[in-house]
């Protein structure tokens, strides 16, 4: 299974979507989650509406780069009709490792024309469709059980489609129930590259997970 932070690896919640967050996720191995809206004309990095100070995309590529580009990067798009743009700077930068998801349907239907890499959510209120398809892999979320069906995300990985989990803490629930889950998995899944596991706690990944 592989770990991505969640708007990086971050110390203290003023740090999400930060440069120091995301230094600390590359630099340690993991890649990441962030958000992407426009602002004036560009491409930025904010979760809710950004402000002048925002990242630009460009900046936060431009660094990605430096470390691994090899490292998965989970694009959550905020705003419609950035597609091709998206599309540019992945092809500029020779990022390949990367999934847009959250996107409206008709826009979701822009980055599957464009062949782009989608993950379709899947949720207590999200069911599959035809787009499912056509995605890459599924987006994994559950808003209000910790609880997970282990069933769901083998039908998904023997389909052939990669899954990332959201951890429960993204919405401020307990992770351990989930988690204890996920580690229960046969090693045939729990070892696959294809399995992923969005977090903001990244630093107990490795003892909770890994340490006997």
């Not at 889950?181 to 045939?188: P, R």
Request: hydrophobic residues 35%.
């Amino acid at each position: 299974m592989i770990s991505i932070s969640h708007r990086g690896y971050w110390l203290n919640p003023t740090e999400k979507n930060s440069m120091i967050a995301f230094k600390r996720s590359f630099s340690q191995g993991y890649g990441t989650e962030t958000d992407i809206r426009d602002c004036c004309g560009d491409l930025v990095i904010s979760h809710d509406l950004p402000s002048k100070e925002a990242m630009r995309f460009e900046d936060f590529l431009e660094l990605f780069v430096r470390y691994d580009h090899r490292l998965p990067l989970a694009l959550n798009i905020k705003s419609d009709g950035l597609a091709k743009y998206i599309k540019e700077f992945l092809k500029f930068y020779k990022v390949d490792n990367y999934f847009c998801f959250d996107m409206s349907i008709p826009d979701t239907i822009q980055y599957l024309d464009e062949n782009m890499n989608v993950f379709m959510r899947r949720s207590e209120y999200e069911i599959d469709n035809q787009l499912y398809s056509h995605a890459k892999g599924i987006w994994l979320d559950s808003f209000n059980a910790n609880a997970l069906d282990n069933r769901e995300i083998i039908k998904y990985l023997e389909l052939g489609k990669k899954v990332c989990i959201v951890s429960p803490e993204l919405h401020r629930r307990d992770e351990n129930e989930m988690w204890q889950n996920i580690k229960s998995l046969s090693k045939e899944y729990f070892s696959s590259e294809q399995l992923m596991l969005c977090t903001d706690k990244i630093e107990k990944v490795i003892d909770y997970f890994y340490e006997k």
